[in-house]
């Protein structure tokens, strides 16, 4: 099996910074595309950033220059540097990774909560 586990969210106020971590385990050849994910109560899921296994980024236009998607294939992590947090980000972010292995698939985080408020 595979499991995503995410760390690094929190209350922060705007202006400031956090930064996310997920970390992907278990029966894992290598992971292809990886990306952050986004929810805020009463809305539908959106992307907010994507990274290639060669590092190939792309983001969202509400985050571009502010948040930064980085990954570490040896670890098989996946990182999300937000800066100049507005109270607009506050949402519970996932990560989303393709997993290849004994059991390729599409793999999610259990979610960590970003609060951004004064």
């Known amino acids: 099996q595979v499991q995503l586990v995410e760390s690094g969210g929190g209350l922060v106020q705007p202006g400031g910074s956090l930064r996310l971590s997920c970390a992907a385990s278990?029966?894992?050849?290598?992971?292809?595309?990886m990306a952050w994910y986004r929810q805020a109560p009463g809305e539908q899921r959106e992307l907010v950033a994507h990274?290639?296994?060669?590092?190939?980024?792309m983001y969202a236009d509400s985050v571009k220059a502010r948040f930064t998607i980085s990954r570490d294939n040896a670890e098989n992590t996946v990182y999300l540097q937000m800066n100049s947090l507005k109270p607009a980000d506050t949402a519970v972010y996932y990560c989303?990774?393709?997993?290849?292995?004994?059991?390729?698939?599409?793999?999610w985080g259990q979610g960590t909560q970003v609060t951004v408020s004064s």
């Open positions: 989303n990774a393709l997993v290849i292995g004994p059991w390729t698939g599409d793999y």
């Open positions: 990274i290639t296994s060669s590092g190939s980024t």
């Open positions: 278990g029966s894992i050849f290598r992971i292809d595309a």
